[in-house]
């Protein structure tokens, strides 16, 4: 099934942007592990709609009402089961696209493979909505990883062409991140929005990156070959809609590197074995190594633009001009952090429940 993921435990997710509710089923959980809804819708409220200059103007208070999994504010060892009801929908924005698909959109694909049945209203279950689950499952993970340490920050890289300064990749400086819009340095953090407002006024869009930083992670998880830290966490990641590209570490910028310029040399600190530099992200051979995981990842341009577009008319079988109705983010990209931040708590919470390292140093 495409709509799962995990190992050691499932998360589904379900629904359509237009449908009448969105959810996720997330199984394998431990019983006894504290809740926090505050907390939790806090986290949501950071991905939701409607809120600011650079968002669709969709409104969706994306409240989840748990089925299941959850008493007493603790998790009871079954299955946790949440929805979220969709309330602000206007379906009939989207008609004509089963006959003249987006541009960049995922509406041509969908036909062929479904051949007619999808729900192409808002995209569907292709529809960036879905991360709305996501980031309930990815929003608990986060509570009970930061339970043992383990701190998962992310920022934005850059819009556009405009670039934020960068974590260090030793000590990156989650604690200096403001959720409502995340960056370093706060004058480039003026010129991006100025940037999304560009694209607005032209009826356009603009695409970005975002760069995730995860502390406080032992050494050892992962596996090595197929079963990798990177491997995982880019599964999940590839997951969200608009995601092109996912790095680790310095990511491309090794290929330009000598060996003596990229490796992470060791050296003992406090009494733990750390490296002077993190090139590598944090993962070698797949597993963690102690240092902070940081990746870097990609999202393309909403495809939904009101600029008139060439495409296709599907039933007659000739060019069409399609000018595409309904409500769409100018760049998705500063309300794709938290989403790119739950990925991340899913995979490594995943990894650690999956964790059967054992002590086989030599007395």
Known sequence: MSSTYGENLKLSIFGQSHGPAIGMVLDGIPAGLPVDPDKLQEFLNRRAPGQNNWSTPRREEDRPEFLGGILDGYTCGAPIAAMIRNKNTRSGDYENLKDCPRPGHADYTAQVKYGGFQDAAGGGHFSGRLTAPLCIAGGLCKQWLEESGIRIGAKLHSIGTVGDDEFDMVRPQLDQLDP???????????????????????????????????????????EPMFGGVESKIAQIVYGIPAVK??????????????????????????????TLTNHCGGIQGGITN??????????????????????????????????????????????????????????????????????????
């Open 290 to 363: 102690g240092m902070p995981v940081v990746f870097t990842v990609a999202f393309k341009p909403t495809p939904s633009v009101s600029l008139p577009q060439q495409s296709v008319s599907l039933s007659r079988g000739e060019n069409a001009t399609l000018e595409i109705r309904g409500r769409h983010d100018p760049c998705i990209v500063p309300r794709a952090v938290p989403v790119v931040e739950a990925a991340a708590a899913i995979a490594i919470y995943d990894l650690i429940l999956g964790n059967t390292q054992t002590d086989r140093r030599k007395p």
């Open 245 to 274: 590209e996912v790095s680790f570490g310095s990511g491309s910028y090794c290929s330009l590197m000598y060996g003596s310029q990229i490796n992470d040399c060791f050296t003992m600190e406090n009494g733990e074995i750390r």
């Open 180 to 222: 409502a819009f995340p960056v370093l340095n706060q004058k480039a953090g003026e010129q991006m929005k100025d940037v999304i407002q560009y694209a607005k006024d032209q009826g356009d869009s603009v695409g970005g990156m975002i760069t995730c930083a995860i502390t406080g992670l032992p050494a050892g998880l992962g």
